[in-house]
Structures are given as structure tokens and as C-alpha cells.
């Protein structure tokens, strides 16, 4: 019960943070926060380490 607990708990922040960094740098924030829900930690990273759409000619 405690496991599941946790997972879930990391998917929501996973979902919160992704979509408040893809919102930021100009990306499609409804995408990321559900790649964070189906990926967690793991796209958090992938999307701190993009760019901003801003700076792609």
C-alpha cells in the first residue's frame, strides 16, 4: 500500500513540475505533464535539459 502510495505520489509532482518547466520554455505543457505521468523523474530531466522553443531558428 505504502509502495503505491509513493509511485503515485511521484507521478503527480512528475505531472506538476513538468508541466510548470514546458510552460515556461515555450513547450506543449498538457504533452509533458503526461509524458511526467507516464515517465516521472525521467522527463522531468529530458525536459530541464531542452531548450527553449524561443532559441531554435
Do not use: D, N
Not at 4 to 10: K, P
Not at 30 to 48: E, K, S, Y
Amino acid at each position: 500500500m505504502i509502495f503505491i502510495t509513493l509511485v503515485l505520489l511521484i507521478a503527480v509532482i512528475s505531472v506538476v513540475i513538468c508541466h510548470m518547466v514546458a510552460k515556461r520554455k515555450g513547450r506543449g505543457p498538457i504533452f509533458w505533464g503526461v509524458m511526467g505521468a507516464l515517465f516521472g523523474p525521467l522527463a522531468i530531466l529530458v525536459i530541464l535539459l531542452m531548450g527553449s522553443k524561443e532559441e531554435q531558428p
